[in-house]
């Protein structure tokens, strides 16, 4: 999505990260598009237990989630089962009999590249070619870490971006705050009952730590142990 938009609309984007995106074909298959040409969607929940297959299948390292997490993760799903499935096979299009390759060239905004080594949706060999075909791109591969690297390991995202993109300020003492609350709820802080009821009252309204997605804004991150190219 990040990717079609800044084609689409570059005049209103400062700067841009990539976080393990669709939208391009890599060298090697990923273990999703696997799935995919056999007609499976290796994302969907079909019950509250299957979410810690879908997780195992998303992160690198095994995720813990509460049984009270994994049924309001799987009671969300199952409501908005057809869309997400939508979404899932139009991605898989896009990425497929679609990819954005020959048009990486008109990216113009300052990119940064966020990859895992280990991810099983959008395989690495991508990185080679978003970094190739958009002028000026910065990439960061994180070793033993999946499809999504600002969860799996979080603590040097802020500092990457600022370093990195220009005008990232803002959205950097965001995610400080965002990951340290993360880091206090990890530790038991929070509980569950408290993570239920904060969920409830925020809804589907917020994104990442309850904060509006913001479209036009430059959005970014990267962490852990990693490789970076410039």
């Known amino acids: 999505v990040s990717l079609r938009f800044a084609l689409d609309f570059p005049e209103r984007l400062i700067s841009m990260t990539l976080f393990n995106n669709a939208g391009v074909v890599g060298a090697n298959e990923s273990k999703l598009q696997q799935e995919a040409q056999g007609g499976k969607n290796p994302l969907e929940i079909h019950s509250p237990d299957d979410v810690k297959r879908m997780l195992a299948f998303v992160a690198h390292k095994p995720m813990k989630v509460p049984g009270q997490f994994r049924k309001i993760f799987y009671e969300d799903f199952a409501v908005h089962r057809d869309l997400l499935d939508k979404i899932f096979w139009t991605l898989v299009e896009d990425g497929t009999v679609k990819p954005l390759n020959d048009q990486l060239g008109q990216v113009k905004t300052p990119t ?119």
């Open 112 to 230: 940064l590249i966020i990859w895992g080594r280990h991810d099983q949706l959008i395989d690495v060999s991508c990185v080679d070619v978003l970094k190739n075909g958009i002028a000026n791109a910065e990439s960061v591969v994180f070793e033993d870490v999946g499809h999504i690297p600002m969860i799996e390991n979080p603590k040097e995202l802020p500092g990457i971006i600022s370093s990195s993109l220009p005008n990232t300020e803002n959205l950097s003492s965001l995610l400080r705050t965002g990951f340290r609350q993360r880091s206090r709820f990890k530790r038991g802080v929070y509980g569950v009952e408290s993570w239920i009821a904060r969920r409830r009252v925020m809804g589907n309204h917020g994104g990442l730590f309850g904060v509006p997605e913001r479209p036009d804004k430059a959005l970014g991150a990267g962490s852990g142990n990693r490789h970076r190219h410039q």
